[in-house]
T-cell receptor
């Protein structure tokens, strides 16, 4: 069965601190996709990254970076020098390739609060 | 690019009435659209998947006669909550992707439904 676990329910940091959001997934497929979405208080989910299972290279985009480790089935997300605007719920999600539709399996989300 | 809109953003209705929510992909054609429901401080729960011109596929436990989905064009899907009751009050979010498979889903801003 497919499953995404975000063990951190809530994280609170002070502005400029670095913070890592954990994501652990389970799947039997060898081909799959992992995603991170941000949901600010307004409610809209903002797409951050999509990574396929064959690409284990870490990715950096500005203050954001992602660490994909197949050996531990983890896809962690780090925000460097956090800002108040980073406060949101962050969801990690898994999609299995090969099916007719790309159903997303979401984790329970991590609420990040960045204090000024 | 990849903008998805939803209308209305907020609706309050009386018990027993039907409510229609529209989801539009503004700058791309969406072969597949998804409807999710999100309760406060919880993750997204997939309700149904719709492909343009086909009947929607509902997730287990979701009443298809209660939540009518129409995906009449490549840019528009509608969700009608029929004979709404207070327990239907929730945040409904749609997403759209260009094709099936493992395409990225882009989410709309959500619709807050309150049934009195």
């Amino acid at each position: 069965a497919q499953k995404v676990t975000q063990a951190q329910t809530e994280i609170s940091v002070v502005e400029k601190e670095d913070v890592t959001l954990d994501c652990v997934y389970e799947t039997r497929d060898t081909t799959y996709y992992l995603f991170w979405y941000k949901q600010p208080p307004s409610g809209e989910l903002v797409f951050l990254i999509r990574r396929n299972s064959f690409d284990e290279q870490n990715e950096i985009s500005g203050r954001y970076s992602w660490n994909f480790q197949k050996s531990t089935s983890s896809f962690n997300f780090t925000i460097t020098a956090s800002q108040v605007v980073d406060s949101a719920v962050y969801f990690c999600a898994l999609s299995e390739a090969g099916g007719a539709t790309n159903k997303l399996i979401f984790g329970t989300g991590t609420l990040l609060a960045v204090q000024p | 690019g990849a903008v998805v809109s939803q209308h209305p953003s907020r609706v309050i209705c009386k018990s027993g009435t039907s409510v229609k929510i529209e989801c539009r992909s503004l700058d791309f054609q969406a072969t597949t659209m998804f409807w999710y429901r999100q309760f406060p401080k919880q993750s997204l729960m997939l309700m149904a998947t719709s492909n343009e011109g086909s009947k929607a596929t509902y997730e287990q436990g979701v009443e298809k006669d209660k939540f009518l989905i129409n995906h009449a064009s490549l840019t528009l899907s509608t969700l009608t909550v029929t004979s709404a009751h207070p327990e239907d009050s929730s945040f409904y979010i749609c997403s759209a992707s260009v094709s099936g498979g493992a395409d990225t889903q882009y989410f709309g801003p959500g619709t807050r439904l309150t049934v009195l």
